[in-house]
Every structure is written in structure tokens, then in C-alpha cells.
């Protein structure tokens, strides 16, 4: 479930036969239809003689207006609000452990 979905940034990372590392690419998908594009162009890079790897960065826009990037289990906001890894709105610290009954879904 994703919250208020804004975009992906996406950087292909690469290590060449000397494990010198490069950068491949960076990509940004405000659209699911544009985050399989990417991984299309990912999955046709040549994984046998180059090491890549993927580095995907999820934004969500909080309701203050900030963009919040969801990298990792927990992301506060700068307003207060906690966003989940895959960009839900958490319920407020203070509330952690109740059932409110809101959805994240409602208001949009
Ligand atoms: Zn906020």
C-alpha cells in the first residue's frame, strides 16, 4: 500500500571488472508505468560481467507539504508525521498499539 505516492528516484549503481564502482544512471518515476520502465532498462543491463545494483528512493508528500523520502522503516517528517517504508501514514506516536478505525485512504 503506498500513501500519497510522489516519486522514485532510482540509481543504478555498477562495479566494473577492477571493482572500481560508477555510477549508471539516475531515473526518476512518478508513475507506476515509469518505475517498471526502470526496471526494464535495469534488467537489461548486462549482470555478468558488470555488479549492479539498485537504489530506490521513495517519496511521499505528507499532508504539510513536505516531501518525505521512505527509505527506511520509520520516516518522520518534519511536521511530526511518521511515515512506513512503503509511504503510509502511520498513526501518531501516542496513539501506537490503539485501534483508531481511520484508514489512510479516506480524505482523498
Ligand atoms: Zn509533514
Redo the contacts with the bound molecule.
Keep these: 500500500m503506498i500513501g500519497r505516492f510522489e516519486r522514485v528516484v532510482v540509481i543504478f549503481g555498477g562495479r566494473d571488472e577492477n571493482f572500481r564502482t560508477f555510477e549508471g544512471g539516475k531515473f526518476e518515476a512518478r508513475t507506476y508505468e515509469e518505475m517498471e520502465e526502470i526496471e526494464r532498462k535495469f534488467d537489461a543491463l548486462d549482470h555478468r560481467s558488470t555488479y549492479w545494483q539498485m537504489f530506490k528512493d521513495k517519496y511521499v508528500k ?5 516531501e ?1 523520502p521512505c527509505g527506511r522503516f520509520t520516516n518522520t ?5 511518521d511515515y512506513g517504508f512503503d509511504g503510509s501514514l502511520l498513526a501518531d506516536r501516542s496513539q501506537w498499539g490503539e485501534e483508531t478505525g481511520e484508514h489512510w485512504t479516506e480524505g482523498y
Design positions: 505528507c499532508s504539510c507539504g513536505e518525505v517528517c518534519e511536521c511530526g508525521r
